[in-house]
């Protein structure tokens, strides 16, 4: 298993300014998955953060949008950029247990953007 | 695009009544699995099935996957108010990228 740390847990933010939520995972993982929950609906792929390379962002999101770090192999950072209020959402942190395919999830950061 | 549709979408129930979520996509996919997500927590897994027509039991909850591997349902009998959530399938895209799906908000009556 995986914990999973998200920090902030949940923020009210102004338009145009940018938030950078925090992942700090309790074991070294390959992979780290961000995903978007928007109010009411089901998980949406941002991005898989891969230590030492660019993220891998899916059709919809960009980098300029959703700049992504991945330092080393316990920690990334999702940043939303010139937020808006269609960003508000529950941004979540994800990792993958590798053989049983199982997916770990942080608690998530919900950001409301006014 | 590869997309789950699940349904049905909200479902209030008393306690003691069964009930069936559904998740269909036209893609096939190699597994399948199935998450419970309360509120102001990430999901948690319940399940994964990987053989078509596989047919998995937890305790009062069963799970199977369609025989072609596009569809999967989950049943649960004898509802209790612990089982409240939000229900997510989610299919493997690949080899590690999962696809979720549209989510049934579930709420058991007491």
């Known amino acids: 298993s995986a914990v999973i740390s998200q920090k902030p847990s949940r923020d009210i933010c102004q338009r145009g300014t940018s938030l950078t939520i925090q992942c700090q995972v309790d074991s070294q993982v390959t992979m780290m998955f961000w995903y978007r929950q928007q109010p009411g609906q089901s998980l949406t792929l941002i991005a898989t953060a891969n230590q030492g390379s660019e993220a891998t962002y899916e059709s919809g999101f960009v980098i300029d949008k959703f700049p992504i770090s991945r330092p080393n192999l316990t920690f990334s950072t999702l940043t939303v950029s010139n937020m808006s209020p269609e960003d508000s959402s529950i941004y979540l942190c994800?990792?993958?247990?590798?053989?049983?395919?199982?997916?770990?999830f942080g608690e998530g950061s919900r950001l409301t953007v006014l | 695009t590869q997309l789950l549709e699940q349904s049905p979408q909200f479902l209030s129930i008393q306690e003691g009544e069964n009930l069936t979520v559904y998740c269909n996509s036209s893609s096939v996919f190699s597994s399948l699995q199935w998450y419970r997500q309360e509120p102001g927590e990430g999901p948690v897994l319940l399940v994964t099935v990987v053989t078509g027509g596989e047919v998995k039991k937890l305790k009062r909850l069963t799970f199977q996957f369609g025989d072609a591997r596009k569809d999967s349902s989950l049943h649960i009998t004898a509802a209790q108010p612990g089982d409240t959530g939000l229900y997510l399938c989610?299919?493997?895209?690949?080899?590690?990228?999962?696809?979720f799906g549209t989510g049934t908000r579930l709420k058991v009556l007491a």
């Open positions: 989610a299919g493997l895209s690949g080899t590690y990228k999962y696809i």
């Open positions: 994800s990792v993958g247990a590798g053989a049983t395919g199982e997916l770990f």
